[in-house]
């Protein structure tokens, strides 16, 4: 199985400052990587395919890069709506496999 | 508009079999590239993935649950299934079904259910 490991944890950021979260997998995957976030009591929400791709409706301050094994989601500019679990997902191959979370908070 | 939802039996008992159904609306399970996935999620904890079936009946479920998993489809009723066998306390969680997207570089999910919260305790 590829084993997806983010960091960090949980982090606090101010309103209008910049996020980046980080993904690393166990081996290459081809930028087959997504990002979501959750809110409490919600499901997720796919923000970032394919590495850097903005899924249709998620604003433009979120973006994503990377390749290999190494990949992160960036928050140009927190907004209070921000604050969530933040989850990577390989989807290159079965068993698809997410990472721990990210759990980020307005500082 | 594409939805989905979860039901169960809310609690059952360890050694019991889980049956999950998920009901959606807005695509049909026989359209060609069309998959729906079964995704749980213990309570503050992480995502798994559990089991995928797709519209001409292919299926992947997670080595993990070692066979304990049985994924199916009801084409004409608009429904997918989950079963999970000889249950125990740390199969409790929220147990979602998910559909994926169109993408050519992977399996991703931008359409979920709310999500149905099913407990396994003596």
């Known amino acids: 199985d590829i084993q997806m490991t983010q960091s960090p944890a949980s982090l606090s950021a101010s309103l209008g400052e910049t996020v980046t979260i980080q993904c690393r997998a166990s081996?290459?995957?081809?930028?087959?990587l997504a990002w979501y976030q959750q809110k409490p009591g919600k499901s997720p929400q796919l923000l970032i395919y394919?590495?850097?791709s903005l899924q249709d409706g998620v604003p433009s301050r979120f973006s994503g890069s990377g390749s290999g094994t190494q990949y992160s989601l960036k928050i140009s500019s927190m907004q209070t709506e921000d604050e969530g679990v933040y989850f990577c997902?390989?989807?290159?191959?079965?068993?698809?496999?997410f990472g721990s979370g990210t759990k980020l908070e307005i500082k | 508009q594409v939805t989905l939802k979860e039901s169960g039996p809310g609690i059952l008992q360890p050694s019991q079999t889980l049956s999950l159904t998920c009901s959606f609306s807005g695509f049909s399970l026989s359209t060609s590239g069309i998959c729906v996935s079964w995704i749980r999620q213990p309570s503050g904890k992480g995502l798994e993935w559990l089991a995928t079936i797709c519209w001409e009946d292919s299926k992947d479920c997670n080595p993990s649950l070692k066979n304990r998993l049985t994924i199916s489809k009801d084409t004409s009723n608009n429904q997918a299934f989950l079963k999970i066998t000889s249950v125990d306390t740390a199969d409790t969680a929220i147990y979602y079904c998910?559909?994926?997207?169109?993408?050519?570089?992977?399996?991703?999910?931008?359409?979920w259910g709310q999500g149905v919260m099913v407990t396994v305790s003596s």
């Open positions: 081996e290459d995957i081809y930028s087959g």
């Open positions: 394919g590495a850097s």
């Open positions: 998910a559909r994926s997207g169109d993408y050519y570089d992977g399996t991703y999910y931008p359409y």
């Open positions: 997902q390989q989807g290159l191959k079965y068993p698809l496999t």
